[in-house]
């Protein structure tokens, strides 16, 4: 926006903007017309003012959080629903941090939730909350023995980068010392992620993930107790932290290191997730949010195989077992990834190699109507 002379309050711009204006004219070709433009546009503003990294964070949530027509933002987080012989299972798709006010709840979603009996999560939400438990588990799993380091196990050049790193985060490297690398990697994304959803210039508050900014699933868990609605957890939280403590020291180390090379592109790594799960763009979503596993084939393996292959027989425990003669839906709130597991590991089952296919081989066995 320009700052013109003749209006109040005036509006500013930055230098970029209009450097980017003048470009159009490459575009087509027109350079002869660069230099009159920038006088006449310059000509009509009283001064132009630098955009600062606030300002551009700012904008960010202001998009994410101001209601905007159909043409203008998709908000259609991913949701699948599989028909059993006597109910149905909505898949949903969570995302852990969310901006303050982020609108994410699409009218699909909002019929599964008012047809649904019963949420389950991931894990029970008030274990992952009590701090009593948390400090116990991760005390437990996450810290190394005494007369072990951290930085110790770092070559220098990785050392001076978590220093930085943790120095950035508001996080002294002495505190974190102790840590086990897998928590040390946890630690630092999810502080990222904090500072990313939070307000800019805030330092990053771990409390606010169950608060102002937490995510979908503490949302849809609070939503479903005030709405009295049944809850339920596929696995527990010392489960999920085993799929990190259970990593060999090597696999911990190299978690470490790649979490400390991709730190200067978190934030953008982040966006671009934010804006694929909020938009339902499955491809892009599956890209960001699964590009870098393959480093780590053990992880991988418990984390999206094995894990999910315990949730299956519970996941067709509920096609089966319908709340009343209408069918009534139950909800499940999982991580993106784990929906998609799902899906494949049904289409195994029934030896189909696509939706339709199962839904016509279900019915040859009875499953459906």
Known sequence: MLACRHRAPQ???????????????????????????????LGVVDEVFPVERGDVERARNLVLTTPLSAREAKVAPALWKIEGTHGRVWLFGSFHLLPKGMIWRSPALEAALNEAQQLDFEVDMDEAQDPERMGTLVRALGFLPPGESLHRMLAVEYRRKLDATLA??????????????????????????????????????????????????????????????????????????HIFADLTHGEEVQYLIVTLQQTDSLNDDLDKLLRAWRSGDLKRLDRELNGDTDHFPQMRDALLTQRHAKWVPQIEQMLADGRSNQGIARQLVVSLDTVKKHVSHVLGKLGAASRTEAIARARQLGLIP
């Open 11 to 41: 509006q500013v711009t930055d230098a970029e903007v209009l450097r980017e204006i003048l470009h159009r004219y490459v575009a087509i070709d027109r350079r002869d017309a660069i230099g009159p433009a920038s006088d006449a546009l």
């Open 168 to 241: 950035d985060l508001g996080l002294s490297p002495e505190n974190v010392d102790r840590m086990r690398p897998w928590l040390a990697a946890l630690t630092i994304t999810s502080l990222a992620a904090l500072r990313k959803t939070g307000k800019p210039g805030d330092r990053p508050d771990p409390s606010a993930g169950t608060g102002e900014q937490g995510g979908a699933d503490i949302q849809l868990w609070n939503w479903a107790h005030d709405n009295n609605r049944q809850r339920g957890a596929l696995e527990t939280v010392e489960s999920q932290l």
